[in-house]
Structure formats: C-alpha cells, structure tokens
C-alpha cells in the first residue's frame, strides 16, 4: 500500500516564528487532507488539497501531485498552534474506498 | 452547523466484555468512516460505509469487530470480548460527495 511519511517528526519554535512541513507520499492520490491534532485529541481540518495552492490566515498548503509531495506552511507561529500535524492521503485506484492513510505526524511546540 | 458527534467519550471496561461506540456524522452525509489511534500513531481506518452499506471493511483487524448504519446516518461500532490491546481512540469521520472528511472527537476505549 501508499507509504506516507511526514517531516520534521518534532519540531520546537518559538513564537512568532515561521515554519515548512513536508510530507512525502509514495503513489498517486485523488485526495490529500492536513489535520491539526490538539492537545484534546480533536482532529481539525486544515486543508483539503490534493493538488495547488491554498492559504488560510497565517497558514497555507501547496501539494505537488506530480512529485508526489505537499508542504503545510505555518508564519507567525502562536503557542496554539502546538499540536501534532497530521497529511493524509486517499491513494488513486483504491476502488470503492475512500479511506484516509495518516502519515507518521509532526509534533510541533511553540513555545512563548 | 453541527459536526460528527460520538458517544460516549470515554469507556472503561473489562477484558471479555462487550462494547458499543456510536457515531453522529454530519447531517446529509452519505459516507462514514470508523478509525482507531493508538498513543503516538495516526489513526488507523477500520471501515466505510456508503449509505447503509458497508463499502469496505478491510480495517477491522478480526471478527471480533463489527459495524452497521441500518439508516444510513448513526453507526455502531460494535466490539465483542474485547481485550486489553483494543484499548485506543475510535474516531469516527463522515464526508459528502466532496469526499473531504471531518472528525468527530472519539470515544477512548480502554480495557481493563
């Protein structure tokens, strides 16, 4: 199956600061989805992106399908931004199924 | 409006015994979709319902998990002798035709 692997595993800013999540899939997707996991366990939806460029406030999603890879960029970071951050994909050509594959998630702590 | 909903939020039991989560998606929804997270994983898809049938149930891990939507809106998560490794987070997603899933805020399991 579609291998999704998601860098930096952690990742420690302070506030105010920007920063670039990556996340590498290994086979054609029809959907591409970014999550912000709070410390509550809620999953929020951020981006349903599976190909281009979207922005939404301090954050913005670009997915290349082509190279297979989308990239979460977050500016101004605030100590509510902490989390886990999750890429999820639907892989092309999986039938009648549109379940989601999660990739191994981005701890991220802003600290003030 | 109002999001994917799941009762109850927490569920302590006892190795053996018998469990029901249950999942309100998102009125309109046609798909529904039932995912388990272990601590420090992603979440994990278990099934997909279409309607009232289940589409794919190639998640459940073994005969011991069941799930139905006999209207096509609420779903019951059914798990019989459960054993100390079910304990995790279910989450429950539903979706429209746009296919782009949102999360309701799980149901911890945890067997005793």
């Known amino acids: 199956g579609i291998q999704v692997e998601q860098s930096p595993p952690d990742l420690i800013l302070q506030e105010g600061a920007n920063s670039t999540l990556r996340c590498n899939f290994s086979?054609?997707?029809?959907?591409l989805q970014w999550f912000h996991q709070n410390p509550w366990g809620q999953l929020i939806n951020l981006f349903y992106?599976?190909?281009g460029t979207k922005q939404n406030g301090r954050l913005s999603a670009t997915t290349v399908a082509t190279e297979r890879y989308s990239l979460l960029y977050i500016s101004s970071s605030q100590t509510t931004d902490s989390g886990v951050y999750f890429c999820?994909?639907?892989?092309?050509?999986?039938?009648?199924?549109?379940?989601?594959?999660f990739g191994t998630g981005t701890l991220l702590a802003v600290q003030p | 409006g109002a999001g994917v909903s799941q009762t109850p939020s927490n569920k302590v039991t006892e190795k053996g015994k018998y469990v029901e989560l249950r999942c309100d998606p998102i009125?309109?929804?046609?798909?529904l979709y039932w995912y388990r997270q272990s601590l420090g994983q992603g979440p994990e898809f278990l099934i997909y319902?279409?309607?009232?049938?289940?589409?794919?149930d190639s998640g459940l891990p073994n005969d011991r998990f069941f799930a139905v939507r006999p209207e096509g809106s609420v779903s019951t998560l059914k798990i019989q002798r459960t054993e100390r490794g079910d304990s995790a987070v279910y989450l429950c997603?539903?979706?429209?035709?746009?296919?782009?899933?949102?999360f309701g805020p799980g149901t911890r399991l945890t067997v005793l």
């Open positions: 997603a539903s979706s429209s035709s746009s296919n782009e899933q949102f």
């Open positions: 086979d054609s997707v029809n959907n």
């Open positions: 992106i599976p190909s």
């Open positions: 999820a994909v639907e892989q092309a050509g999986g039938g009648a199924t549109n379940k989601l594959i």
């Open positions: 009125s309109g929804h046609t798909a």
């Open positions: 319902f279409q309607g009232t049938g289940a589409a794919d």
